[in-house]
Each structure stands twice: as C-alpha cells, then as structure tokens.
C-alpha cells in the first residue's frame, strides 16, 4: 500500500504561525530597543591614556601624530569649521588683538606678515579681548580701569570706553540677551544688559577668583572656575542661582604642585587661599559634549567633570601650569597650554588620550588665544616672556615668536567662524 502524509490538523498550525509571529516581534523589539541605545549619547567611559602611550607619542619636535579617533559623531562645534564664516564677519580686517596686562596696552598683529601694525593705550590691567555675542564687536577687558574698550573689527580701531566694574573676563548668555560680567574682585557675576551694560542682576559666589566659564551642549547652564579657592560653580543660564558647587581640593593628583611652593611663587599662584589645593582655569565643553574640562595651574593638568552630572571623572596630567583648552578647528584635537613649562599637550578630542606634546624652544609661558579661521595655526600669549607664539597645527612647530608689551595675555585671532560668541577669547558655537 502507499505510504500517506499525515495532516497536520489546522488548530495545531494556526499555534505554531502565532508563536513565529511572536518571536519575530521580540526579536524586532529587542532590536530597536539596541538601536536607541547605541544612539542615546550616553556618556561612555574615558579612554585613559597610559603613560607608556603617552610618553612614546610626545615629541619635542611636536608631531601633532594623526592618529586622533576623528571628529564626533555629535560636535559641538560643528558650526565652527573652516568654511563657516558668518556674514557678520566677513567684513572683519584679519587681524590679531593682543591685550598687555603690565604694559596696559593693546597690540594689533598682521597674521599675514607676522608683524605689530598698531597699538594703543588702555587704563589699567586689560586682561582679554573678547568678541561680541553677535561677533560685530570686540571688547577689551579693561580691569583695573574698570571699562570695556569696543573694537570695530571692520577697522581695528578702538572706540569710547563703557564704564564697568572690574571686567576681569567676559562671557554672554546663548541667546544673547544678557552679558556676564565676571567681576572677579568683587566676588560676583555682573548680568548687564549687551549694549549699554547697566546691570540686570547680580550673582554673589561663594569663591574666590571666579573668571572662566562654559555653557553645556544645550545651552542651559553654564560652569565657573573659581581659581584661588580651588572650585568649580555650576549656575543656570541667566546667573540667577548656583545650582552646585563642585569642590576639587578633596581628590588627590598625581604631579601637584605644593601650595607651600605657589604661595611664595611670585606668580597668580600666591593669590591661592589658604586650605586650598586646586587652582582651576580655563573651561572647556569637549566637542561630544560629555564633559567639561578644566584646566588648573595647581595640580598642572585638566579634571574631566560630566557634562550630564556634574560630577567629577578624572584627572589627566598635562604639564606644570595647565592655563587653556583650545579646540582644533576640525574639532578632533585639544591643546592644552602649560604656562610654567612653556609647552602645549595635544589630546585626542573623543577619548581625551594625550597624542603628544609641543615644546617652545628655551622656555616660554603660553597663556591664552585661539586658533585661526582656517585651523592652520594656534596662536597663544606668553604671560611671562612678553611674546606671542604662533604654532603650525599640523605640526607642532613653533613658526613664529613675536616681541610685544609686558604681560601678554587674553589674546583674539579674528575672525573667527560660528553663528555666535559666549564669551572669553572665542568661545564661539
């Protein structure tokens, strides 16, 4: 007899396609659910730079090495390439704007030639030159002599001085509404108004020598080094309240300076309160926007604070006196100056590893600046050597070592590209 194929009875079937479609919906979900994940930007975990990588990638030379991870997927700063000069500054004069704290001056630098084509007078203490919130004007921390000196860009001419108390540095809310006036004497954050300057609001802190800043990827607040007390202040866009204040005297370092040694220094390092370790600088936001860096001058290196938290990370050893945090303008590298080494620490923008390290040749003090539009170059004050260095970004090479006033400090290279400024030496999204 034939041998039949048993029917499977319909029930059965139906069973089995209803529990194949359920399968394939857990597996379906399961993977979306992977997908939103990997795209969250949740903060990862540093790559910690071992001293064995970091000690074979420095060079004296200064190799920038290459090998950086490349720019984020998400970038702060993607506003702020080569090519995106806006149109309110395409009429700006190329130019280099450097503020002398001892020899109270303003020198103007020609970047094609290199050479110091103007200078002019301010009161006392001009600390920085910083460009406007809507980048048409620049303006000339004048502290001591209590003003804001505005400069035309279109003429790199000085205009009226605007009466303002101790504008040791100068920040601007997002939107533009207000100016943040860090009067750093008198323990306060000025909220003026952007054209006159008549104050809003004041904001006492509860620290001394509060002076850089910078907002977080969505612009909702913003974070403050308080540099003789050893803080960092997180505050709400429009400087009404501090939100938290981060103590960084409590973490150990390795490669601190003694506060026995800053106090007999001679040096902004004297000014250090007593009890304190930390001497934080310049802020930073790093283009992925995970983190805040702060550079301190004490513990020579850069703490790493989550932008999501605001708490604290790590710390990565840089050089004596880290002072700034500059980045590239592909937004794939930080350079880190380390004013009392006279070098400049190069890291990876993404995982923060250091690619190497750039050295003035028979000592400098690089402070503040910024690169040039196009990326090219990193041009920097020397506090202490009354001088300008202009390195080559691709290189590390120091190009030029230009002779100005004593105490060059908050330097400006403009134009610079981006739709707007938050303040201090470009500070531009």
Known sequence: MARHRRRTPPHIVRNRIVA???????????????GAFRGSGRPGP???????AASSSASSSGSANPSSSGAPAFNVYENTGAQDLSEAVKSAKPLVYVPNTLGNTVQVIDPTTYQIIDRFGTGREPH???????????????????????IDPTTGKPGAKIPVEDPYNLYWTPDGRFGLVMAERFHRIDVVDPVKFTIDHSLPVPCNGVNHADYDKDLTFFVASCEFSGHLLVIDKYATKILKVIDLNGHATDGATPPQEAYHSGKPQAGLDQGASAMPQDVRLIPNGRYFLAADMLRNGVWVIDAATTEFVKFIQTGKGAHSVYPSRDAKRLFVANRDEGT??????ETLE????????????????GVNADGSELWLSGRYHAEVYVFDTATGALKHRIKTDAGAHGLVVWPQPGRFSL????NIR
């Open 20 to 34: 194949a479609c359920i399968a394939l919906a857990v597996i379906a979900t399961v993977w979306v659910a992977y």
């Open 46 to 52: 540093i790559v910690a730079a071992s001293s064995a």
């Open 128 to 150: 920085h030159v910083v460009p406007g919130w809507d980048l048409k004007t620049l303006y000339v921390n004048d502290t001591q002599g209590n003003d804001l000196i505005p």
């Open 344 to 349: 400049v620490s190069v890291l990876d923008a």
């Open 354 to 369: 250091i690619l190497g390290k750039w050295t003035i040749p028979d000592g400098g003090s690089p402070d503040m600046g």
């Open 423 to 426: 303040g201090h030496t470009g």
